[in-house]
């Protein structure tokens, strides 16, 4: 069960397919968790941990779902124009033997992740956030969003960063822990449980999966069941301010 959910019912609701939730995938691409990774640590990790399988499974589901899914990619212009060089990290990357060039086999989402025609890919060239400065909110209101579900690498910087401007944002952030990796290996569920879990819903990918194969409330059963239902059908309604 999911740190803060006292059932699987409340879990269930807030990500339910027709209730307004987006399945968001970060820095997934084949420079960062591929084979030829620029960051081959951080690779090895979310393959042996099952991270990547997992976000694989999750995108695989929500197509399945009808859930709209984002894929978020870091990536730099091969003229460094207009990166970020006021970081360690940034300046590090500028020297790496792989670089996430635009429209390079290294900025492609990573196997074994399917992206299906309606996915939305959003390509960022500066920052750390897959959301800051970017049209994932844009599009995300667009969408009718309410949860956000945050998955993929790595999370010592991105994952977090999403994780914590999905909530400045006002959105409901949901995380499925077996689903983000960063390195070392042993940092990831510390900082779960000591950073993440603060911000957001922990829970894992078959959690995930078991709620949106769950069947969806039929009203006109009973008079507790069609009230029931006619109160989240009008809750799923209302826009976020």
């Known amino acids: 069960m999911g740190q803060g959910q006292s059932s ?3 879990l269930a609701e807030r990500i339910r397919p027709d209730g307004g939730v987006v399945l968001l995938t970060v820095e997934c691409q084949q420079g960062v ?24 499974r999750l995108v695989a589901a929500a197509h399945e779902a009808d859930v709209q899914v ?8 091969p003229d460094g ?3 970020n060089s006021n970081a360690r990290l940034f300046r590090a990357a500028a020297r790496l033997p792989v670089q996430q060039h635009s429209g390079s086999t290294a900025v492609r989402v990573a196997a074994p992740i399917q992206v299906a025609d309606e996915d939305l890919v959003v390509r960022r060239l500066h920052g750390l956030s897959p959301l800051a ?6 599009l995300l209101r667009n969408l009718g969003c309410r949860t956000l579900i945050v998955t993929g690498v ?7 960063n999403a994780v914590f401007d999905a909530v400045n944002l006002g959105y409901t952030v949901v995380v499925p822990a077996d689903a983000i990796a960063g390195v070392p290996a042993d940092y990831t569920p510390a900082m779960i449980r000591h950073t993440l879990a603060l911000v957001a819903t922990i829970t894992t990918t ?21 009230l029931t239902g006619a109160t989240g059908a009008a809750g799923s309604a209302v826009s976020r301010s």
Not at 70 to 77: F, T
């Open 8 to 10: 699987k019912e409340p």
């Open 33 to 56: 968790v591929g084979p030829d990774s620029a960051l081959p640590e951080l690779a090895a990790v979310a393959r042996a941990s099952g991270a990547l399988r997992n976000v694989a």
């Open 70 to 77: 984002i894929h978020a990619v870091a990536e730099r212009r």
């Open 81 to 83: 124009r207009g990166a």
């Open 133 to 138: 400065g970017t049209d994932v909110d844009p």
């Open 154 to 160: 790595s999370a010592n910087v991105a994952v977090p």
């Open 206 to 226: 078959d959690e995930v999966l078991g709620c949106w194969k769950l069947p969806r409330t039929s009203p006109g059963l009973s008079a507790s069941a069609g």
